[in-house]
């Protein structure tokens, strides 16, 4: 099926471009949705994103067009890769040409300030398709090492076993292997979660409190990303998997990850202003805090390093209050 199967994937950021060339090379056509015509312009004339990656050569199956219903005319996948606070406005003007047997992929990973809803939801509720037409990709997936065909992998979490199986063979590639998976509670948490710990081992780093100090909060994270996620219905498995632990290692460890890059910032003296300023790209975990809290609020879940998290990002504490508030908690068994 890949070698015929046509996506359209919006838009042409950073990932959206990296998913563009990994569905390219597994043999999948590939339309990729600009907002800007120079950028449309540039992939289809020069097979590069000046913006993003303007080193590397893009395979010449994809294609580029700033026209919505172009990019969805006859496409098997829509690709979803922008940012989550823009979702549901975004998905609302591309709705109506969305074609009644179209899969829907969500690689957001981030939870809707105003609602606590996941992308998976968002998509369901604004566009009104079935679960079963809607998918999640998630993993440890830095997007400048899929642009240089390094290894890497993901897990594709579907209700439906026989979509998450169509569209593993759609971005199957000898680099990049996918698995598949039904919970996709699981798989949208994780991704979500892992982006406030990873914001909360940039500070760490930033203040230069060390390797040990890093292994804490991955560690201590990961137990309250699991306790929150199974509450709301995700298998425990699933956060120890490629969509859980290995997109927090990746995220936590890479200085190529922008929510460890920001929290380092923040760690280093800067603002949340002059941290946004100086990272440039969408930072979900920093969008999505405040809302993940809140969910914890509403399922009764102990999140010590997302509330600490929460309260640097508005305001509420300083570094030093924030790093005596997590070290000041009573200890108790693991």
Known sequence: MS???????????????????????????????ARRGEIADAIVSGHRNPDYFPDVELPATITATTDPAAALDGAAYLVLSVPAQSLRRCLKAWTPYIEPETVIVSLMKGIETHSGLRASE??????????????????????????ARQPAAATIACPDEDTARAFQAACHTPYFRPYTSTDVIGCEMGGALKNVI?????????????????????????????????????????????????????????PLSRNRTFGTYLGSGLSVDEAAAATKQTTEGVKSAEAILDLAHAHG????????????LTGKVNLAEAVAQLMQRPPKPE
């Open 198 to 254: 990873a914001l909360a081992v940039g500070i760490a780093a930033g203040m230069g409190l060390g390797d040990n100090a890093t292994a804490l909060i991955m560690t201590r994270g990961l137990a309250e990303s699991i306790r929150l996620a199974t509450a709301m219905g995700a298998q425990p498995v699933t956060l120890s998997g490629l969509s859980g632990m290995g997109d927090l290692v990746a995220t936590c460890s890479s």
């Open 122 to 147: 968002i998509i369901r509720e604004v566009t009104g398709v079935g679960a079963e037409r809607v998918a999640v990709l998630s993993g440890p997936n830095l997007a400048r090492e899929i642009m």
């Open 301 to 312: 879940i102990d999140m010590p390093i997302t509330t600490v998290v929460t309260a640097l």
């Open 3 to 33: 070698q015929h199967a046509r996506a359209a994937v919006f838009s042409a950021g950073s990932w959206g471009t990296a998913a563009a060339v990994i569905l390219a090379d597994a043999g999948t056509r590939v339309v990729l949705h």
